[in-house]
């Protein structure tokens, strides 16, 4: 079994000692898939002979690092889940935040890659308040392992045909701004957006949000790190705050018992404030 191998076993070490990270937490399956992409690139077919290669050569270990956080992202991802945002969860939420008369709306894009996720929640939030954003003091906090990635988010500049490719016409005239072949998020944007570097397997969460977007990260993980992420996310999410999760992940284990589902297609939970 390729798990066993010493090599293999090394590499996984040498790898979480520079993510600093707990070794445990990812599936072997998809660190051996990504770690033999790695080496088929290479022409190398035993694990110990590429764990002396990323030992010895450190550009090597952050090309391994990048592909194992791999950041495939884009705006809008999943379209019928932004419908349903739009649709059922922020009218629940600014009523909620206008009945208990507060102005203070809170995100966390919680693996935001780089950086198309929370760009489409200030779009979405500017879009369905219109006007009315200026009564609302909107935060999303927007959070990476992959500091290349954050260095991209924060520039916000992107492929015109990135952008062409899952953003509608007229939301690309209001909120972005030609520069050669590239779009960049406009200033009125980029100013909700706070970028952060941040390990989902640390212990220090931050908390008080309205709303967390986990999406496309949990399922790299095995079933016990994903249960201690959801205890800690349960925290920071306020009494009446919304889960959302990539649209084929579910809560597994005990942590299903700390939130309710709200809507199945978009894998949108709610907290369940009584569960202690
Ligand atoms: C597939 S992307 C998801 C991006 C976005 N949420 C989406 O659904 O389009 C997964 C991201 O998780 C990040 N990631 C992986 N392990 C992480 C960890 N332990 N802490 C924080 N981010 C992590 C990767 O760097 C990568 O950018």
């Known amino acids: 079994m390729e798990v066993n191998d010493r090599g293999y076993q090394l590499i996984k070490q040498e790898l979480f000692r520079h993510l600093r990270t707990d070794s445990n937490a990812y599936k072997d399956s998809y660190l051996l898939r990504r770690i033999r992409a790695r080496m088929r690139k290479l022409g190398i077919s035993d694990f110990m002979d590429y764990y002396r290669l990323i030992r010895k050569n450190k550009e090597e270990l952050d090309d391994l690092l990048l592909t194992v956080a791999i950041n ?33 709306i809170r995100v966390w894009s919680a693996a935001c890659s780089t950086g198309q996720e929370p760009y489409s929640i200030a779009m979405m939030f500017n879009e369905f308040l219109g006007d009315d954003i200026r009564r609302y003091k909107l935060s999303i906090l927007a959070t990476d392992i992959d500091r290349e990635a954050l260095n991209t988010a924060i520039r916000g500049a992107y ?92 809560i597994l284990g005990s942590a299903s018992r700390l939130f309710k589902l709200h809507d199945l297609v978009a894998r949108i939970y709610v907290k369940k404030p009584e569960v202690v």
């Open 72 to 104: 495939v992202t884009e705006f809008f991802r999943d379209p019928i889940v932004w419908k349903t945002l739009e649709r059922k969860v922020l009218p629940e939420l600014i009523s909620f935040k206008k009945e208990h008369y507060s102005t203070t």
């Open 159 to 250: 492929p015109k045909e990135v952008v062409e490719k899952s953003v509608p016409k007229h939301l690309i005239r209001k909120y972005f701004l030609p520069m050669g072949d590239h779009y960049r998020v406009s200033p009125q944007l980029r100013r909700y957006v706070k970028f952060q570097h941040f390990n989902l397997l640390s212990n220090e969460y931050p908390k008080g949000f309205d709303m967390i977007f986990i999406r496309n990260v949990l399922i790299y993980m095995t079933k016990q790190a994903q249960e201690e992420v959801f205890r800690r996310l349960y925290d920071s999410l306020e009494d009446h705050g919304y889960l959302i999760l990539g649209k084929t992940e579910t």
